[in-house]
């Protein structure tokens, strides 16, 4: 009886067990250009996975991860060319800085909920953006800063892919520790019920600004890897349209599985370079497909296990042709 | 600086607040009513100022063009965002802030790919109508007519809603709508049929906004972005919901940033964030907007 | 998102290309097809192009045909850097041809020093790209940031300006411009009180605050560094601000501008430019300019000139090398003299900095009836020698 239900608990393991075994293989096999797109993917999937830490987990939705992202790159950026730092003590910094950033901004924008905190957020990623662009003697403004910022060894396409696994796969372990954790757990009590948890005695507040704080730092040091990656830095990395794609990336992988922005990291990189080479019009394509999954299939990928989640999409297809509801109703606390 | 050069800067700044205004004034109205972010409003004003440059012959150019194109883009632009509305929108009221998030976004994508394909990607001008080319003089001082000319059209655009906001049934549906929704579809209201008009109304807005605008700038891609986030800050400025709030929150930005411009040359472009920050700080629901 | 259409674009292509035969050699241009600068791009490609299907029709060269290998930068460094990586590694390019910004530039010298392929710089000239960011196998045709503002201080010196205000765009290439500017009218003698300095961001669409404000500071002269879309965006708000009756006023993409405005071009406004075809007389460019006209329905501005000539002196440098081979091709290059529709022009060795003139004059009153836009007048060349940095100064700046 304790064999079966031991290697039941263990089985949860087996995909992320599968997964690292894969990339390993791929990090050990594949040629220097080849490599370059499983670090993106890599590098996406941890940006993804410290991002629906807050959003899927704590259902906080910020459009400003972006900053915390290219503060990470910009970080190790400048400690390279003003010779401020060397590389393995700024990459240290970086998710410290990024944290201590995320707890600043957190503090002033989790006073407001849902459309204001995304919109105040949005307002932090394009006020980083501009300080980015104008800050010239730091940042280099619009001309970034590119050259070889990390060391020989994991500027090394191989020695890089393997480096970027390596932090990224213990960032992530630490992530899903979180995650389960009696922190993650009041998260998710207070993304399902905001109220209730109050009435709990949970301080909310505190506990969603702590939340900000470790997504904040986790963001940033993707960003580290990001420059280990790109070997650049310029201020796109901090827009707001930057900071959508790891909340797509986590739609479409599934928001409420922690391997979902994983999954959907995989499936938008490869997507993306595929539709790319079909046909111009990615755009177009890209609004398209997030429709759909917007519509018809709100678990993500994730769910497309599910049984279930097909004959939903079924019936919200066939709702599309019928009359809508009255009145837009008033938000429910769960999705 | 003297007296002039002051006059000509509030000027300058009015006028980007006039820019401002009708865009904001569009997602402010429809987050009101409908409780809805549309990130794809931005592409409206685009298409805006994209059919102001099209040369069609549909679309007769020269002065009395001017005014026909002023009339019907605004109009048509309207129309599309009736169509997004009622193919697309009405099937997220239902979901969660998120879901209509990304809709939108995906709508972004979608209609910047359009955009493309119709207008190609290289930057397009269109010309300021002769009658209103020429230069305004007061002493030694000149400022752009055309600049005034949209500071009137801001003008009475704004009063054209106070007045049907406040004065016609219509308005005091919409008016309704931001109260109590609820409420309202029980008196027998068709609350479908006024979302509809609602967002057909804020998109024609920034259509018009952009139509308005284009002479003056060279239209490129990338403008949907680039809009948006500076209305949307004069929207939350103003208080989501609050059309006064809306003037008020793009007067501020707009001298904001031509003042800006004089005494803090370097940072000009972050003042709005601060300002913005600083506002909600103090009241974190926007100038005249109210807590949820 | 202007990146994300150019990664797109940009990867298309190069995964399309796919890489050359035997008989054909690929040569990569990287350039601004979308976003701001998307008009110095499309320009300019036109130029490469007529240059490669000319060279084509009479016989390639060395015995090759050539395909040009395009990709959209949006004039963004980061999207330039894969998109060259792509070009060189997938098409295996043998030369560069770029870009649309020097920001752009600098990234793809890099990588064309990095692989050891022969760069003709025809847009961009950031002074750093000849000396911080300088490798062997980067040449620059034009006149540099160094060179250019300092060209319009030698020809402004005469004036006696005292009060100067500036308006440049807020990257390298912008703040490097201005700050040679005002070092040139120091030089020739002249002691600028700068009244203002304004750096609006690349692809400002709104500048009438910028121009109030060079109003109300009261300036002798106005130096304008802004180009493409955003000069003409200027120029059309600051008519409105009635700045060219008030102020002496300097703008730069001459030939550009008045294509564009046309009649609209504010009269008497002093103009510089890099190759305006109507005022110059190197073999074949009134012949070239005929044929763009033909073949696009507009007159060449400098970027498709500038362009054209770039391939043509490559390919003179190809012939005297008698390979392809990058190292060799540049040793061609390197202190070479070659000549082409801009007329003749020598490489200096220290530098890799072509002797180019700069042609400054004043926007006539009068549309052309020819052209249909209003020409420059008295027009002055600057001579190069007078405006260019010192060898010793470059390689001083120039990495060890």
């Known amino acids: 009886m304790s064999e079966m239900s031991r290697l039941r608990r263990l089985s949860r393991f087996f995909p992320a067990l599968a997964l690292v075994a894969l990339t390993l293989l791929l990090a050990f096999t594949l040629q220097p250009a080849e490599l370059v797109i499983l670090k993106n993917i890599i590098v996406l999937a941890l940006f993804a996975v410290a991002t629906n830490f807050l959003l899927g987990t704590a259902g906080i939705v910020s459009l400003g991860q972006a900053c915390f992202y290219g503060l990470g790159t910009y970080v190790i950026a400048m400690a390279w060319f003003h010779g401020w730092a060397d590389f393995w003590l700024a990459a240290i910094a970086a998710p410290l800085i990024g944290a201590a950033v995320a707890f600043l901004l957190g503090a002033l924008a989790l006073r407001s909920q849902r459309w204001f905190l995304a919109l105040l957020t949005m307002a932090f990623s394009q006020l980083f953006f501009t300080i980015a662009q104008k800050a010239h003697s730091y940042t280099q403004g619009d001309t970034g800063i590119f050259g070889p910022m990390v060391p020989d060894a994991i500027a090394d396409p191989r020695g890089g892919a393997l480096f970027i696994f390596a932090v990224a796969a213990l960032a992530m372990a630490t992530l899903w520790w979180i995650t389960v954790s009696p922190l993650g757990l009041t998260l998710q009590a207070i993304r399902e019920n905001q109220r209730r948890a109050q009435g709990l005695g949970i301080d909310v507040y505190r506990t969603q600004l702590l939340a900000f704080t470790i997504s904040g730092g986790f963001c940033a040091l993707a960003g580290v890897l990001n420059a280990v990656n790109q070997q650049g830095a310029h201020p796109g990395l901090l827009d707001w349209v930057q900071s959508g794609d790891p909340i797509l990336v986590s739609v479409i992988g599934g928001l409420y599985t922690f391997l979902g922005p994983v999954i959907g990291a995989i499936v938008y990189q490869l997507g993306h370079d595929a539709i790319v080479r079909i046909t111009l019009r990615w755009q177009l394509f890209f609004g398209i497909i997030l429709l759909v999954v917007v519509l018809c299939f709100p678990d993500g990928l994730a769910g497309l296990f599910r049984w279930s989640s097909w004959t939903q999409a079924y019936g919200r297809l066939r709702s599309v042709t019928r009359r809508p509801a009255a009145i837009p109703a008033p938000p429910e606390p769960r999705s | 600086m003297s007296a002039g050069d002051v006059i000509v800067q509030l000027l300058s700044g009015l006028a980007s607040a006039a820019i401002l205004f009708l865009v904001a004034a569009g997602i402010t109205l429809i987050f009101g009513a409908m409780r809805i972010i549309n990130i794809a409003h931005g592409s409206f004003y685009m298409y805006g100022a994209m059919g102001m440059t099209t040369m069609l012959a549909l679309l007769p150019d020269g002065d009395t063009g001017f005014v026909v194109r002023l009339v019907t883009i605004p109009i048509l632009v309207a129309l599309l965002g009736a169509a997004t509305e009622v193919l697309i929108l009405r099937r997220i009221y239902n979901r969660e802030h998120l879901a209509q998030l990304l809709a939108t976004f995906a709508l972004f994508y979608i209609f910047a790919d359009l955009a493309r394909q119709i207008w190609g990607s290289d930057y397009r001008t269109a010309s300021i109508p002769g009658a209103l080319a020429g230069p305004v003089t007061f002493g030694s001082y000149t400022f752009p007519l055309y600049s005034l000319f949209i500071i009137g059209v801001a003008l009475a655009v704004g009063l054209a809603l106070f007045v049907l906001l406040r004065l016609t049934l219509f308005g005091w549906r919409v008016r309704a709508a931001v109260e109590d929704p609820e409420l309202l579809a029980s008196t027998g209201t068709n609350v479908m049929v006024l979302s509809t008009a609602v967002f057909a109304l804020g998109a024609g807005l920034a259509g018009l906004a952009g139509a308005v605008v284009a002479p003056l700038i060279t239209v490129t891609s990338g403008m949907d972005a680039n809009i948006l986030v500076a209305a949307f800050i004069v929207a939350i400025l103003g208080g989501l919901g609050s059309i006064g709030g809306a003037v008020l929150g793009a007067v501020i930005i707009g001298l904001f940033q031509a003042f800006g411009v004089i005494w803090f040359p370097k940072w000009s472009s972050v003042i709005i964030y601060f300002v913005l920050i600083m506002v909600l700080v103090l009241r974190p629901a926007g100038l005249f907007g109210r807590v949820e | ?400």
């Open chain 3, 1 to 400: 998102m202007n990146r994300a259409i150019a990664l797109t674009t940009a990867l298309v292509f190069s995964f399309a290309a796919g890489s050359a035969s035997a008989q054909e050699v690929a040569i990569g241009a990287p350039m601004a097809l979308s976003g701001p600068l998307a008009s110095v791009g499309q320009r300019a490609l036109n130029g490469l192009q007529m240059a490669v299907e000319e060279l084509n029709a009479s016989g390639g060269l060395l015995g090759s045909k050539i395909r040009l290998v395009t990709g959209d930068d949006a004039a963004t460094p980061a999207t330039a850097n894969t998109i060259t990586r792509n070009m060189v590694l997938n098409d295996r390019v043998k030369a560069i041809f770029g870009g649309s910004s020097s920001a752009t530039v600098a990234v793809e010298e890099t990588i064309a020093g990095q692989y050891k392929l022969p760069m003709m710089i025809y847009a961009g000239n950031d002074i750093s790209l000849t000396t911080t960011n300088f490798n062997d196998f980067a040449f620059q045709m034009q006149p540099s940031t160094f060179m250019e503002p300092r060209a319009v201080a030698l020809y402004l010196a005469r004036a006696n300006l005292k009060r100067v205000f500036t308006i440049s765009p807020d990257f390298s290439f912008g703040h490097s411009y201005v700050k040679n500017f005002l070092e040139g009218l120091r030089e020739n003698g002249v002691q600028p009180d700068v009244v203002g300095e304004q750096y609006p961001a690349l692809g400002s669409s709104d500048f009438s605050t910028y121009i109030a404000a060079a109003l109300a500071a009261k300036p002798d002269f106005v130096f304008v560094g802004l180009f493409s879309g955003d000069l003409v965006t200027f120029i059309k708000q600051a008519k409105g601000y009635g700045l060219f009756d008030k102020v002496a006023v300097g703008v730069s993409t001459a030939t550009d501008t008045v294509l564009t405005l046309k009649g609209e071009t504010p009269a008497n406004v002093t103009m510089w430019g890099r190759a305006p075809f109507f005022a110059m007389n190197a073999p074949g460019i009134q012949d070239f300019a005929k044929r763009h006209h033909e073949k696009h329905g507009t007159w060449p501005s400098d970027w498709p000139v500038l362009a054209y000539a770039s391939i043509q002196i490559w390919a003179e440098a190809v012939r005297k090398a008698g390979t392809f081979d990058g190292p060799k091709v540049a040793a061609a290059l390197n202190g070479g003299k070659f000549t082409s529709i801009l007329g003749d022009l020598t490489f200096r060795e220290c530098d890799h900095q072509a002797d180019a003139p700069v042609y400054i004059g004043r926007a006539s009153k009068t549309v052309d009836a020819r052209y249909g836009f209003p020409l420059l007048e008295d027009i002055t060349i600057v001579d190069p020698n007078k405006t260019m940095m010192s060898c010793e100064q470059a390689r001083s700046l120039q990495k060890k």
